[in-house]
């Protein structure tokens, strides 16, 4: 009998503790709204209490982000009331309505993270990098790209595109950091996702080797130090040392590297603008092709022709038998740059214990795939 008085006792002090006060309503009506949310939510408070002075949405209030959707009516209390439309209390909030630029330039073609976006969803893309939320990403590509290159009269030609087989390479990530803390992207980690094209860097693939590593050219019988421009664009990181951040920055963010000429062209010094080629319409990193570099600073490039222009060192992919590859690969109704990017990697690599290798132009089969195994095999073929 005790035992049964004392458990009715503890049951009713229990159903008093929850329950109390149940037919509470909360007042909803604008632009008062009490809804204590972190009563449910305690771990998000929690987050953004401890947050540093001055951190992204830190001083928002819940309401200014899950009640401030345009196009959405929440119910709202009050007389008359107003029930809900597309949303009842709250509503998750595409990013796009307060980072507007940010999200515009996350879609475009020149963002390497534009197949993020694409796949995913605009939030689900931001989420992925900003924050401490868990994810599983699937990046699926052509194992091999395959091609041909081949003498056609007096002119070589690529030809016989395949893309075959198909390689994946999954990260799953579970990090310690908070769901509603954004982190900056300076305190992100390329290789946290990126780690199978840290690993073709470090093994010779994903860009040619560069046999120039100092960042020096030679000109008119001089040695000329391109202190802006070149420098850092060169493909000029080591290999045998542990590939960092800064090796991706030259060419993944070009307008970090001051991508401008200065160059003492006879008796002058001569400061051309940014080069085309450094694209500034990206959110994170942009994506580059060896044509970027490679042709843009011919005749059509800034400062390009006349007598002191660029064209002296760079008309490298119209002269020879480089032309007929170029011409060849345009013609291909399927054409892209990341066929392009291999035939280069193709003949440009490391191979052995060499630091920089130039396959010898001649009728081959190309077999190529740079990462994360840096494989490439090359094959004599007949004559056609």
Not at 110 to 127: F, M, Q, R, V, W
Not at 237 to 246: G, L, N, W
Not at 302 to 323: E, F, V, W
Request: charged share 20%; aromatic share 10%; glycine share 8%.
């Amino acid at each position: 009998m005790i035992l049964v008085v004392i458990a009715a006792l503890v049951t009713s002090m229990v159903s008093s503790g929850l329950f109390g006060l149940q037919h509470k309503w909360y007042d909803t009506s604008q632009p008062g709204n009490d809804v204590p949310c972190s009563k449910c939510h305690s771990n998000v408070k929690e987050e953004i209490y401890n947050m540093s002075s001055g951190a992204p949405h830190k001083s928002k209030a819940c309401v200014y982000c899950h009640r401030n959707e345009t196009g959405v009516t929440y119910a709202v209390g009050g007389s008359p009331a107003q029930p809900g439309q597309e949303a009842h209390a709250a509503s998750v909030p595409p990013c796009r309505q307060c980072h507007e630029y940010k999200t515009t330039n996350l879609s475009s073609v020149n963002e390497s993270h534009k197949p993020l976006y694409d796949t995913s969803g605009l939030n689900e893309a931001c989420i992925s990098c900003h924050t401490g939320f868990d994810k599983s990403l699937n990046f699926t590509r052509a194992l091999y790209v395959e091609y041909d290159i081949v003498k056609v009269s007096e002119n070589w030609t690529v030809q016989s595109f395949l893309f075959t087989s198909s390689n994946s390479t999954i990260i799953n990530q579970t990090p310690a950091g908070n769901k509603h803390t954004w982190e900056n992207a300076s305190e992100i980690n390329c290789f946290d996702c990126h780690s199978d094209v840290k690993s073709a860097l470090a093994n010779g693939g994903h860009v040619p080797s560069s046999k120039n590593t100092s960042g020096e050219l030679q000109h008119g019988g001089k040695t000329r130090k391109a202190e802006r421009g070149h420098k850092g664009r060169r493909h000029d990181f080591s290999r045998t040392s542990p590939v960092t951040i800064e090796s991706c920055k030259p060419c993944h963010l070009p307008n970090a590297s001051d991508f401008e000429i200065w160059g003492d062209w006879g008796s002058k010094w001569h400061r051309y603008n940014t080069h085309l080629e450094a694209q500034l319409d990206y959110h994170a990193a942009t994506t580059e092709h060896c044509y970027n570099c490679h042709f843009n600073g011919t005749i059509n490039a800034p400062g390009g022709g006349g007598s002191c222009g660029c064209r002296k060192c760079h008309d490298i992919l119209r002269t020879g038998s480089h032309s007929g590859i170029l011409d060849s690969m345009f013609l291909d109704p399927e054409f892209c740059w990341y066929k392009m990017d291999k035939v280069c990697v193709g003949c440009h690599h490391k191979k052995d214990t060499d630091e920089y290798y130039r396959e010898l132009f001649g009728n081959k089969h190309f077999k190529v795939y740079t990462e994360p195994n840096t494989a490439i095999f090359v094959t004599p073929i007949p004559l056609p």
